[in-house]
């Protein structure tokens, strides 16, 4: 069975600065893919950036990026230059091309002024 | 926006009724997909659809049903309500690959 795992329920970061959210996987497929996903107080659950498995070059979007690590089976989230608006819960997921996706338990992050 | 609707936004009834939810597609996407998220959990996935057609289930209680029509927006309907089937029903749609979200249905069971 496949299955999210995120180690951590809560972190914190100052703003402009730079954290790191962890998430592990475990799939049988060979071909899938990578997800987080950002869900603020609204509860609107936003796509933040994706990462395709056969692909060897880590996600960017703009302040976010990813450390894939696909023998570890790890999928980490680092938001650089943190603000205000990206506290939220964070989910990972992972899912086939046609797939349900699988989500992990989330990460709440707080960002401090 | 993701291109997703939901309708209702929020739903109150009692024990042992029956309500229906609404989704309509981002336009070109032939997949939808149900999740419940209970409280502040992750999401479960329920069904999923594909151009009209029940593509896999999820852990989607026997009381709860689902269908895509010929237009492609789809319904889920919950009967026989409980008030463990209080929740958050997020609707997602793909055309491939990420899924796209709808805002949610927040049904509350009294």
């Known amino acids: 069975a496949q299955t999210v795992t995120q180690s951590q329920p809560e972190m914190s970061v100052q703003e402009a600065e730079t954290v790191t959210l962890s998430c592990t996987y475990d799939?049988?497929?060979?071909?899938?893919?990578l997800f987080w996903y950002k869900q603020p107080p609204s509860r609107q659950m936003i796509l933040v950036i994706r990462?395709?498995?056969?692909?060897?070059q880590n996600a960017t979007e703009n302040r976010f990026s990813v450390n894939f690590q696909k023998a570890a089976k790890s999928f980490s989230l680092k938001i650089s230059d943190s603000q205000l608006g990206d506290a939220a819960m964070y989910f990972c997921?992972?899912?086939?091309?046609?797939?349900?996706?699988?989500f992990g338990t989330g990460t709440r992050l707080q960002v401090f002024p | 926006d993701s291109g997703v609707t939901q309708t209702p936004k929020h739903l109150i009834t009692a024990t042992g009724q029956r309500v229906t939810l609404r989704c309509s597609p981002r336009s070109g996407d032939l997949s939808v997909y149900w999740y419940q998220q209970s409280l502040d959990q992750g999401l479960q996935f329920l069904i999923q659809y594909y151009n009209g057609e029940e593509r896999a289930k999820g852990n989607i209680l026997e009381r709860f049903s689902a269908q895509q029509f010929p237009d492609l927006h789809s319904e889920l309907n919950l009967s026989s309500l409980e008030l463990g089937d209080s929740a958050l029903y997020f609707c997602a749609s793909s055309p491939g690959g990420e899924q796209f979200f709808g805002p949610g249905t927040r049904l509350t069971v009294l």
């Open positions: 799939t049988s497929e060979s071909d899938y893919y």
């Open positions: 997921a992972s899912g086939s091309y046609t797939d349900k996706l699988i």
């Open positions: 990462q395709e498995a056969y692909k060897q």
